[in-house]
């Protein structure tokens, strides 16, 4: 019998076995990380639907991300709703966010759909701090715990936290891989790769681009609302250039239009910061080497390394069975 | 094109699969096991009398709080190393574990404070502020590792008063602002009593920042001072940001001169420049600022031209003779902020706290012991004050941290009141006679 | 103050203003329009030309007019690594993806930057003397002569900018290049050194841009963040790429701000702002000389 590795669903197994053994180091300082790692990578993969498989470049999922967790930390805290209410309540009005955010920025294209989205974000920001009675301004809102079938989950109950966060990126996972294979996916792709012959083939760009919106937020949405559940809290500094660096690198560096990229952009960022921590003062310098060294050596992203691992380790198992590795046309150009 | 490279199939034999998972598992459970031992930094051989205590410091080096936090980490330094040098707390050194915190984003917050915690195994934490919210206080709660921050007392407050009894291992060593309140406009009071000072009218302004400090602080005066009966012309907000021209609130200002300005940015720039816009053409009107002028870099930057500016700051006064001050200065080549004199203290009182418990490394007795302490230090006398919030905060006013009012000449700050501490007599400000002759009464 | 003083003042502010706008977005058009790409590290770069001239002012005490060459120099310098060490190499690799690479590529530059500006000089404030002291009387009102000296600062190096862009040989090799680099090839000009050199050039500005700053307000690591958002608006209400438009847009966006700040409030100045740019874009976004 053979395991076919581009099997979506063995990819999602080996993803799943090697994250829950983690959970075997007993380390709750590597097991919180893995939870964040996995909520940015959910965010980051629903971003990949829009700007990886549409071509559309926007930063308006931090604000989808941040909203969610504010709407449930408001629901909760100021109005008392079990954090249920507020998770739902976070992916509907999430949702209800991006189709306006959409339907304004999608009427213009390129680096000026990034700067209304940026403008979006500054607006937003302002709006959290006049707000103080319901926002707590620059304080932020202590959120408490979730409760679900009489289980509590924040950053002091790992094992249901993880399971959350796993599943969160999972459900971003398998909604990309639905998206991608249904005509919907091809449309969103062929917008990527060239609008005109697009619209000559009866796609409407606006209202697909504008459907490819919507998808992406509502999870996002979710994940927002457990973030703040999870730490405890959410506020202005989640609006800041420091979780969008991050957010965003995860997606670019990851792999754009890849269905894993994201993921393997997340964790690979989070870990390098971790692990570059005892530089201290030097940190962010080499941080930011390493992310422009990887966009430059890497521009199809860091997921591009183990396709290229592939071609060659399938190259190399031909040979050792004793075949000639003919190289042909359509692999050199692919 | 990416679409043709994803169809090309790669299938391997359920035995390459196999074994690639078996190593996998190997491979985690080596470093589980490898990994489990080094965690053990106290075996059953080494006793607690060869630890040493480890202390905590998260603070955000590479963010906005950059100087806050070099401030805070140095000072701490210094005491640590006193410290050590005079035999440690308990005859244990003291080992400081500094760790990056960044923006002080919650996420940082606390990844950085459960490594600490549950890696480097910290016996204390210490800092002069975490997250905005004070989410890190659950954290330390949990794990049972005392606590002292100095930082978002309001909120601070806001956590204590509503979780009474809940944070048994966080304190908070700050004594209530409350004070700031009340000082300046109760000295005022006793000035025009006391005849030291006939203003020129019975007005204020009030301007402020879109912050919980500022807005305590410049709404608390305001109310305060509308309750003793003086006039607001204006009460001015500015968003979270650094304010750089000023004109049309000085237009503001000379349109109708207010005998008082109270500005509370506190931010060392846009203060900077506000006085610098005002001296332009100044008013007869006292000037409170608030914090900035206790800042060095301020200091630096408005030297002379800042006599006469008034403020109210919980740190007594601390000259450049002070031997504090002169330590810090060969140390690290420039003079202490007011965090950079606060922290200092904190580590002293982190030696009392464990003194008083006995057992440096039995946190619950020395988180108990920190409610006793009862320390003098650069604030004033420092002992937490049972009637304040959960008891957390340190006790205000009076002889233990007098609040005084200061009064700014040549880049030295003199207290002015209270009775008990004044040093100086109050001086009509330089720019006020400019400022009667353009704008008095006529 | 009678009313007439309070206009007087406010125009004032406005000119001095939309000066340092110009400045500060004179260098990010040109790039735009040249290179096609947006750089994000320009607030950083004003930033460093700020911090250079700290440097030679307060800590070698040498004068204003070794310390803004210096600071133009080595900005034209570091603009230049910029365009080979990322810029072009990222214009090289990436087709489609080049908006977010670009976006990304000079937001870990500008983390770079500033995290050495803090390395360097620490966290804390600084201060420059003012370039011109003194103060003049105008039509009743005081102003500054550090001020008189901005209003005419950012006219000035429109006047140059627009000079060498039309005079100069190499200022119309710039102009083909921005206006299609593939036909500019066939004329004979080498694209890559039209991008270095504006890359450069837009750098240098935007050092000159960081001096004023720093003399007129106060220096820190992050002082250069807001004035590229301001920039950023100037942009595209100027139409990015458009000189003419952005000393235009810069002249607009300089008195509304100005007289926003009198007369609504300073609380609701940005968000005006950030309406009116996004109004702007939205249905105008070539803006007022750009092509769209």
């Known amino acids: 019998m053979k395991i076919d590795i581009d099997d979506f669903k063995i990819q999602l197994l080996v993803i799943t076995v090697l994250l829950f053994s983690t959970l075997l180091l007993r380390d709750v300082y590597i097991t919180h990380l893995i939870i964040l790692c996995m909520i940015y990578s959910a965010v980051a993969t629903n971003w990949n639907i829009v700007s990886g498989y549409t071509g559309v470049m926007h930063i308006a999922q931090q604000p989808f991300f941040v909203a969610g967790g504010y709407i449930s930390g408001i629901l909760t805290v100021k109005l008392g709703f079990p954090s249920i209410i507020g998770i739902l309540a976070a992916a509907c009005i999430a949702l209800l966010f991006s189709i306006a955010i ?186 930011g080497l390493l992310l422009i060294s990887t966009l430059i050596l890497l521009p199809n992203g860091l997921i591009s390394i183990f396709e290229k691992l592939r071609t060659r380790t399938h190259d190399n198992l031909l040979k050792i069975k004793g075949f000639a590795v003919k190289v042909s046309k359509n692999e050199k150009n692919g | 094109m990416k679409e043709k490279m994803k169809t090309k199939r790669c299938a391997i034999s359920t035995t390459y699969a196999a074994v690639a998972l078996v190593a996998v598992i190997i491979i985690l459970g080596g470093i589980y096991l490898t990994y489990n031992n080094s965690q053990k930094t106290v075996t059953d051989d080494e006793t607690d009398d060869m630890r040493d205590i480890k202390l905590g410091m998260p603070m955000g080096f590479t963010g906005p709080y950059a100087a806050i936090a070099e401030d805070s980490r140095d000072a701490m330094l210094l ?58 206080y ?32 966080v304190y908070l060593g700050q004594p209530s602002y409350s004070l700031y309140q009340t000082r300046f406009p109760d000295y005022i009071d006793e000035l025009i009593d006391e005849e030291k000072w006939e203003p020129t009218n019975n007005k204020f302004c009030v301007i402020k920042r879109q912050n919980e400090y500022s807005l305590y602080i410049a709404n608390g005066m305001r109310d305060y001072l509308l309750g003793m009966g003086w006039e607001l012309t204006f009460d001015e907000l500015f968003p979270e940001a650094i304010v750089e021209d000023w004109s049309s609130i000085l237009s503001k200002i000379r349109a109708d001169p207010p005998a008082i300005v109270v500005n509370t940015m506190w931010t060392v720039s846009s203060d900077a420049l506000f006085l610098e816009q005002f001296l332009a053409d100044p008013t007869p009107s006292l000037l409170y600022i608030q914090s900035t002028p206790t800042f060095p870099d301020w200091q630096e930057i408005v030297g002379e031209s ?5 403020h109210c700051y919980g740190i007594k006064k601390v000259v450049s003779s002070d031997p504090y001050v002169i330590k810090f200065k060969e140390k690290y080549g420039r003079s202490p902020s007011p965090y950079g004199l606060v922290c200092y203290d904190y580590v002293y009182l982190m030696k009392q706290a464990m003194e008083l418990a006995g057992d440096p490394f039995d946190s619950e007795a020395v988180a108990d012991a920190i409610s006793r302490i009862n320390m003098p230090g650069i604030m004033g006398i420092y002992e ?19 609040f005084p009012v200061f009064q700014m000449w040549d880049t030295t700050n003199y207290m002015l009141y209270p009775d008990e501490v004044n040093e100086r007599e109050f001086v009509i400000p330089p720019w006020y006679e400019a400022g009667l002759e353009k704008y008095g009464p006529d | 103050m009678n009313n007439m003083n309070i206009i007087i003042l406010a125009i004032i502010n406005g000119f001095v203003l939309s000066s340092m706008y110009a400045i500060a977005s004179l260098g990010l058009t ?169 890359v450069s050039i837009g750098s240098c500005l935007a050092g000159l841009a960081g001096v004023l700053l720093g003399a007129y307000y106060y220096l820190s690591p992050q002082m250069g963040s807001s004035p590229l958002i301001t920039a950023l608006f100037v942009l595209v209400l100027g139409g990015m790429g458009s000189v003419k438009g952005t000393i235009l847009a810069s002249y607009i966006i300089g008195f ?24 702007v874009i939205l249905f105008r976004p070539q803006g007022l000389y750009g092509v769209k």
């Open chain 1, 102 to 287: 959409g339907a304004i920025s999608l009427r213009v294209k390129g680096i000026y759909l990034l700067l209304i989205t940026l403008a979006v974000r500054l607006i937003m920001l302002s709006f959290i701090l006049y707000f103080i009675e319901w926002t707590n301004g620059d304080t932020g809102i202590l959120l408490p715990p979730i409760e679900v079938l009489g289980l509590k989950i924040n950053q002091f109950n790992a094992i249901p936290s993880f399971v959350f966060a796993y599943l969160l990126m999972v459900a971003s996972l398998i909604l990309v891989k639905v998206i991608v294979d249904s005509k919907l996916g091809l449309a969103f792709i062929s917008l990527r790769d060239s609008e005109v012959y697009a619209i000559s083939r009866g796609i409407n760009p606006y209202r697909t681009k504008l459907t490819a919106f919507v998808l992406s937020s509502w999870l996002t949405g979710i994940c927002g609302a457990f973030y703040g559940h999870y730490l405890g809290t959410i506020g202005p500094w989640d609006l800041g250039w420091s979780l969008l660096v991050t957010l965003l690198a995860s997606m670019v560096l990851g792999g754009l239009g890849t269905l894993f990229g994201p993921v393997l952009g997340s964790f690979v960022l989070v870990f390098l910061n971790e692990y570059f921590r005892p530089l201290q003062l030097l940190r962010p310098s080499i941080y």
């Open chain 2, 79 to 136: 005491a640590i190393e006193e410290i050590n040098y005079a035999g440690g707390i308990l005859g244990h050194k003291i080992v400081p574990i500094i760790e990056d915190e960044e923006n002080c984003e919650a996420g940082i917050v606390s990844s950085v404070f459960t490594k600490l915690i549950t890696r480097e195994k910290v016996d204390f934490i210490m800092t002069h502020f975490g997250n905005p919210s004070c989410s890190e």
């Open chain 2, 138 to 169: 659950d954290i330390v709660q949990e794990y049972e590792v005392p606590y002292i921050s100095g930082g978002f007392v309001q909120t601070a407050e806001s956590v204590f008063n509503e979780n009474p009894g809940e944070y048994s291992y």
């Open chain 2, 306 to 310: 800042a006599d006469g500016v008034l």
């Open chain 2, 384 to 402: 937490f004050d049972p009637d304040s919030p959960d008891g957390k905060l340190l006790k205000g006013g009076g002889a233990k941290i007098p």
């Open chain 3, 30 to 198: 040109l790039q735009w329009g040249v290179l096609k790409v947006l750089n994000f590290s320009h607030g950083l770069f004003m930033t460093w030309g700020a911090y250079i001239a700290y440097w030679i002012i307060a800590v070698h005490g040498g004068s204003y007019l070794i310390a803004l060459p210096s600071a133009i120099i080595t900005s034209f310098f570091m603009g230049f690594l910029l365009y080979y060490l990322v810029i072009g190499p990222l214009q090289e690799r990436s087709k489609t993806e080049i908006v977010s690479n670009v976006f990304i590529g000079t937001l870990a530059v500008s983390i770079i930057l500033e995290n050495l500006v803090l390395i360097i000089f620490g966290g804390r404030y600084k201060g420059i003397s003012t370039i011109v002291p003194g103060f003049t009387n105008i039509l009743g009102a005081q102003v500054s002569n550090q001020q008189i000296l901005l209003i005419f600062l950012g006219p000035l190096c429109f006047g140059v900018l627009f000079y060498f862009l039309s005079r100069t040989r190499l200022g119309m090799a710039v102009r083909a290049v921005a206006q299609d680099n593939v036909g500019a090839a066939i004329v004979g000009i080498d694209s890559k050194k039209v991008f270095a050199f504006t």
């Open chain 3, 256 to 279: 509304i701000d100005a007289f926003s700040r009198f007369y609504i409030g300073n609380f609701w100045a940005d968000p005006i702002l950030f309406a009116i740019f996004i109004l």
